[in-house]
Each structure stands twice: as structure tokens, then as C-alpha cells.
């Protein structure tokens, strides 16, 4: 019989090849335009995605892509910069602002092709006039630990920046703009990816006041004048600049959920893709599936074991006011809360991890449960609950040497969760 844990291991390594640039972009690749064909782009895979733009075009090209500290990748046309995510730095700011004076350049017969991944957001982060960096690297962290959804996270940015929410599309008018976007994002909502730097959005500013309250966020005078003022307004649908943008999805989660799906069931296990969009407080999603395994596990309802249980989406983790917190990321989060919740069961394995191959800020994609985790942890004195109370999911998995560490992936789909119930013995 497969070994279990190999099992989920290679399920998740199907996931993220699936998604891979070189495999995923060339079908959406247009025509050379007439004039100059200019390459812009950020995220976590802009560097993977400008290689294989690279690999279709050849000479001549030019352009800048923004990635995260170490996921730059060799390239011949196109600069590669490297910036901070998930809160922006200076490097980003200046990269973002490079990016919009290039875009304003362009012409009538000139092709801009952008590409969009996850991490773009924080990547090409460049706020309005009268918001500084600082106050900006204070509202994303509030925003990191309120427990937005993403969707949400990415409204707010798309009003306080000049370059999202369809304004670098905007920039490039009046040249043929196509974006090539990689989700990362529960829905696929292509305005949410990057926060849609080439996409219209139909979102407010108003929205964006209402989130922040909701989460009880307090932003600097600067920061509410601006989301008060008419220049806060994002490209809207029926603005003649982007009648003529073209997006293309080229890869979601969905996509990497079925190559893990085919991989498990070409090994004799069936495969039930659960969703593609999972979110909600990763404790509570985890405690959910755990009590969906047992199910299995005990009743073989509503599937018979041996099975196993894929999803994806994008889970949140709440930090409060004061609370100690250790190094959490939310798939550790969820598998912590997860393995509690299934109580040591001899027949439940599951793995939770990132397919950017981060998790939170660790440069670790994430961790595998197997039967036994509880009694191996207890022999080293860790109290499970104790690191689940302090967010502490890395430090607890990695104590047992069950953490999944991949560097860079140069690629990103969000989370890939997978869980294996065993035939009863």
C-alpha cells in the first residue's frame, strides 16, 4: 500500500506543477503588436511568468516584473526586481512607480502584456498621493491580523493606490493592454488578484470605509482624506480607457485541485474535491474537516474510506489586541486545529500548506498531521493547544520535524489542504 504521508506529499507537489508558468501561459500568449511589446507585472510567479513570456517571444521585449524577496529568476529582456510582501517596502514603492511612468509611455500600436499573481497586491503597492509608506505598512498589518477575507483586504487597497483597481490599465490607454492573471483568490475574481491593476472594479470607496470599521481599524487623518476624495475612486466598468483589455485566466486553484485529484486516483484512492474556495477562521475550518474524516472514518458517510479529501481557497487567522503569538501561518493554523479536532484518530493523515511555498512570512509551505503527532508531541513536552492559542503552528510542527519546506515555488494557486482516511483495520 502507498505510504500515506507520501501520498499527500505528492499530491500536493501535482498541485503546484500544474500551475506552473511555463505549462499554464503559453495558450493565452497574443500576437507581437506592431510597435514596442512591453512586459509589466508582479506577484510571486512574475518572475516564473516573465521567463516563459521570455521562452515564447524571444527578442525583441522589454518590461519590469516585481517578485518577493528571493523569487527572482534569471531572465534576458525582461528586469527582474525584488521587493517585500506581505507588508510593502521602499523597493516595491519605487518598483510600482517605475512600472506606472512606463505603462504612460506606451502607444496606440504598442502591446502591454501584464502578469498578475498572487502577492502582486503588496508588490506593486503605490499609494495615493498624501499617504506615506509608513502608514501604509501600518494599515496592511492591521488589515493582516483582522481577519478580512482577501476580498476584502484587496478592496481597501484598490482605493488607496495608483496603480490597481484598473489604473495601470488606465495608465497605458491608449495601447492594447492584455492582462494574464494566476489566481490565487477564492471565486477567481480577476478585480481581487493583484487587487486588478488591469481590471475594472465596481467597488466604492465607501466600501472600503466600511470594511475598515467593520474590523475596527483605525487608519491616519491621511488615510481617511483620501478615501474621502474623489481620487480614491477605482477604474469603473464603463470607463472607455479599458473598453479594449483583455484578461485571461490562466491558472486557478481549481486546476491544481484536479492534477492532485488524478494523481491520488491513478494510485487506486478516490478523490473528492470538496471546494476550491474555502475560507472562514482557519481553527474553525480545521475543527469542521476533522469531524467530516471522522465521519468517514467511522460511519463511511458521506464517502468510504480508503478516500481522500482535497480543497483550496484562502482560510484567515484573527490576531487580538495584545495576544502573544509565536510563528503562525493559517495552514498551520488549520492543521494544528485540525489534528486536535480529529484527536490522534489511527486512520486520519492530513497536510495543509501554501503553494507559493509560504506560509504567513515563514519561508515554510506548510505541514503534514499523521496518526500519533499528539503522543510524539507529548514526548517532547509541546502542549499542542497551547501553540494553537499563540499561533504557533510553525514552531509546534516544526519541534517534530513534520514541516513541508519547498523554497520557492515560483508559482501560486493559495492553499492546498488534502486529507486521507484510511480503510478501518
Same mark, same amino acid.
Given at each position: ?37 512591453? +512586459?509589466?507585472? &508582479? ?28 523569487? @527572482? ?57 498624501? /499617504? ?18 482577501? =476580498? ?15 489604473? *495601470? ?7 492594447? +493592454? ?15 488578484? &493583484? ?39 477605482? +477604474? ?6 479599458? @473598453? ?86 493559517? =495552514?498551520?493554523?488549520?492543521? *494544528? ?23 504567513? /512570512? ?5 505541514? /503534514? ?34 514541516? /513541508? ?6 508559482? =501560486?494557486? =493559495? ?9 478501518? +483495520?
Amino acid at each position: 500500500m502507498t505510504d500515506p504521508a507520501f501520498l499527500l506529499r505528492a499530491a500536493f507537489d501535482a498541485a503546484v506543477a500544474a500551475a506552473d508558468p511555463m505549462r499554464c501561459l503559453k495558450p493565452f500568449l497574443p500576437e507581437r503588436p506592431r510597435g514596442r511589446l512591453v +512586459v509589466l507585472g &508582479a506577484g510571486k510567479g512574475a518572475a516564473s511568468m516573465a521567463r516563459a513570456v521570455e521562452a515564447h517571444y524571444g527578442a525583441p521585449l522589454e518590461g519590469l516584473v516585481v517578485t518577493r524577496y528571493g523569487h @527572482a529568476l534569471p531572465t534576458q529582456w525582461i528586469e527582474v526586481v525584488e521587493a517585500s510582501h506581505p507588508v510593502p517596502d521602499a523597493a516595491g514603492l519605487k518598483a510600482a512607480q517605475r512600472c506606472l511612468e512606463i505603462a504612460q509611455g506606451l502607444g496606440p500600436d504598442d502591446l502591454l502584456l501584464t502578469l498578475v499573481s498572487g502577492g502582486g497586491s503588496a508588490l506593486l503597492t503605490l499609494p495615493l498621493p498624501g /499617504i506615506t509608506l509608513e502608514e501604509i505598512q501600518g494599515l496592511y498589518r492591521a488589515l493582516l491580523g483582522s481577519g478580512a477575507a482577501i =476580498n476584502e483586504f484587496n478592496c481597501v487597497r484598490r482605493h488607496l493606490s495608483q496603480t490597481q483597481g484598473g489604473r *495601470l490599465a488606465a495608465a497605458a490607454h491608449p495601447a492594447r +493592454v492584455v492582462g494574464l492573471l494566476m489566481s490565487d483568490v477564492p471565486g477567481d475574481d480577476p478585480a481581487a488578484i &493583484a487587487s486588478g491593476p488591469v481590471v475594472a472594479d465596481s467597488s466604492t470607496s465607501a466600501e472600503a470605509v466600511e470594511i475598515l470599521a467593520r474590523y475596527r481599524i483605525e487608519v491616519p487623518p491621511s488615510v481617511a482624506a483620501v478615501l474621502a476624495s474623489p481620487e480614491s475612486e477605482s +477604474v469603473k466598468p464603463d470607463d472607455a480607457r479599458l @473598453a479594449g483589455v483583455e484578461t485571461h485566466m490562466t491558472v486557478t486553484p481549481q486546476v491544481s485541485l484536479d492534477a492532485a485529484a488524478r494523481l491520488v486516483t491513478a494510485s487506486g484512492i478516490p478523490a473528492h474535491i470538496l471546494s476550491d474556495r474555502l475560507e472562514g477562521e482557519a481553527k474553525d475550518a480545521g475543527a469542521v474537516l476533522a469531524s467530516i474524516a471522522q465521519q468517514i472514518a467511522s460511519r463511511g458517510q458521506p464517502f468510504s474510506p480508503p478516500c481522500m479529501l482535497l480543497s483550496g481557497g484562502e482560510t484567515t487567522v484573527t490576531l487580538r489586541a495584545h495576544e502573544e503569538t509565536g510563528r503562525g501561518g493559517r =495552514n498551520v493554523e488549520f492543521l *494544528l486545529a485540525f489534528g486536535l479536532a480529529a484527536q490522534d484518530h489511527p486512520g486520519i493523515y492530513a497536510l495543509a500548506a501554501d503553494t507559493d511555498g509560504i506560509d504567513g /512570512i515563514e519561508d515554510i509551505a506548510g505541514a /503534514i498531521w499523521t496518526p500519533g503527532t499528539c503522543v510524539r508531541a507529548a514526548a517532547l513536552g509541546l502542549e499542542p493547544r497551547a501553540f494553537l492559542s499563540r499561533h504557533d503552528g510553525h514552531g509546534f510542527f516544526e519541534a517534530l520535524g513534520q514541516s /513541508i519546506i519547498t523554497g520557492p515555488t515560483h508559482t =501560486n494557486v =493559495n492553499d492546498f489542504r488534502a486529507i486521507y482516511i484510511a480503510p478501518p +483495520v
